[in-house]
């Protein structure tokens, strides 16, 4: 009797709504958009040798790869709220690391950092797919992406800007939004999700769900759409800028031109709306092949930097059109008893393009000047382009036969 006067929020854990993950993707871009500028000049300052700045980078890849595939191992020991809540303290380690500074502190910074970024990722992930309808994917990209997109565009400027003050500034506002990350997760009360029980039978090898990825065709390639997709953006990021100095436009034009790029996180409503008129097969199609044929066309134009210059921001927007939609391939594809695990998988494109393009980079340059490189990722988008042909042409698309509603409206 006395469970009459509990109130219902007491009594009930909330449904999180699409905005609830748009709210922490928001607030870990915070934590991300600030760092990203600031992390290589802080390594570089603590090891002064670029080339060493490489091969840190190159590890870090490395083992952030492999704690995002134990991940879900992880999960099986520790409740998946617990792991959440980590990844975000693993971000204060590393912001404490970085404000200590020196050659061997700075470097473990950025580790605890990258593991942090992967944890939060897979974690994140796996809710996703527990709470958001099948059909609503798309609308829950496209609001994470809207609330991201004032930190990606005002972080990178702030954060250098803030150094330039003070060194430990940056870190000790990333810091703030990590708590805030972090608060804001248990308010949700996310819990550990939906628990699906599998039939009985020995606990899985922590690396035994690959089996079950490459006998999945429709999982490789989404995975290899969001791999190359981020290849595309560490062609931009880095060699852009490289470009813009080689050619006499100065340090400033790439990161005016990154800016102006990452504020297209606005327009993601608008595409979300191309994507529910047109597919997700023609979307991705679209835009890998507007993509391919802008990076191509600044290799073909390199020696005419301004017209380069605006080819590869062309190219941009097609990369913000798949961070919209290139990821529903896969969502779309993954079973419920496998969200963790795939989740994992999913996240491994981070690291994989990590590794993959700088070494990709360093063979084209071996032979071709650094436009070469611009012309190689714009090989890969077309390659995608074909792969995204065998796309089922409904994809995203309501399913009468199924209970299926007409797909929401872009918000």
């Not at 191992?73 to 959440?84: D, E, F, G, I, Q």
């Amino acid at each position: 009797m006395a469970t009459r006067n509990i109130p219902i929020f007491l009594k009930h854990t909330p449904t999180p709504r699409v905005e609830s993950f748009a709210l922490l993707a928001g607030l870990e871009a915070a934590v991300r958009g600030i760092l990203i500028s600031v992390m290589p000049l802080t390594i570089y300052d603590a090891v002064l040798d670029a080339g060493v700045v490489s091969r840190i980078y190159f590890l870090v890849g490395i083992a952030s790869l492999l704690w995002g595939l134990l991940v879900p191992w992880a999960t099986r020991h520790v409740p998946r709220r617990w792991l959440y809540t980590l990844g975000t303290g693993l971000y204060l380690v590393g912001m404490t690391l970085a404000v200590i500074g020196g050659p061997i502190t700075v470097p473990l910074a950025l580790l605890a950092n990258a593991l942090a970024t992967v944890t939060i990722f897979v974690c994140f992930n796996a809710y996703v797919l527990d709470y958001i309808a099948r059909a609503d994917l798309g609308r829950c990209q496209s609001m994470q992406m809207l609330y991201a997109a004032a930190p990606w565009a005002l972080g990178p400027m702030l954060g250098v800007w803030l150094r330039s003050l003070w060194q430990p500034a940056p870190f000790l506002i990333a810091a703030v939004f990590s708590v805030a990350l972090c608060i804001a997760f248990w308010i949700l009360r996310l819990g550990n999700g939906k628990q699906i029980t599998r039939a009985k039978g020995p606990a899985l090898n922590p690396l035994a769900y690959l089996g079950r990825f490459f006998s999945q065709p429709r999982l490789i390639a989404g995975w290899l759409f969001a791999v190359i997709r981020s290849c595309g953006w560490w062609v931009y990021v880095v060699y852009l800028p490289i470009y813009c100095i080689e050619s006499g436009l100065g340090d400033k034009v790439g990161g005016v031109a990154l800016s102006l790029s990452n504020a297209l996180l606005f327009t993601t409503p608008f595409l979300l709306r191309f994507v529910y008129r047109r597919t997700v097969r023609i979307a991705v199609r679209s835009a890998f092949a507007l993509c391919a044929m802008a990076f191509i066309g600044a290799t073909l134009a390199s020696g005419l930097p301004w017209i380069t210059v605006l080819l590869l921001m062309v190219g941009s927007t097609s990369l913000v059109l798949l961070d919209v939609a290139g990821g529903l391939p896969f969502m779309m594809a993954v079973k419920p008893s496998e969200r963790t695990e795939m989740a994992a998988v999913y996240s491994s494109f981070r690291d994989v393009s990590g590794i993959l393009t700088p070494g990709a980079a360093y063979l084209v340059l071996l032979a071709a000047p650094l436009a070469g490189v611009f012309a190689a990722c714009g090989l890969g988008m077309a390659a995608a382009w074909v792969m995204a042909g065998r796309l089922h042409p409904r994809l995203g698309t309501a399913r009468p036969s199924r209970g299926g509603q007409p797909l929401p409206k872009a918000a």
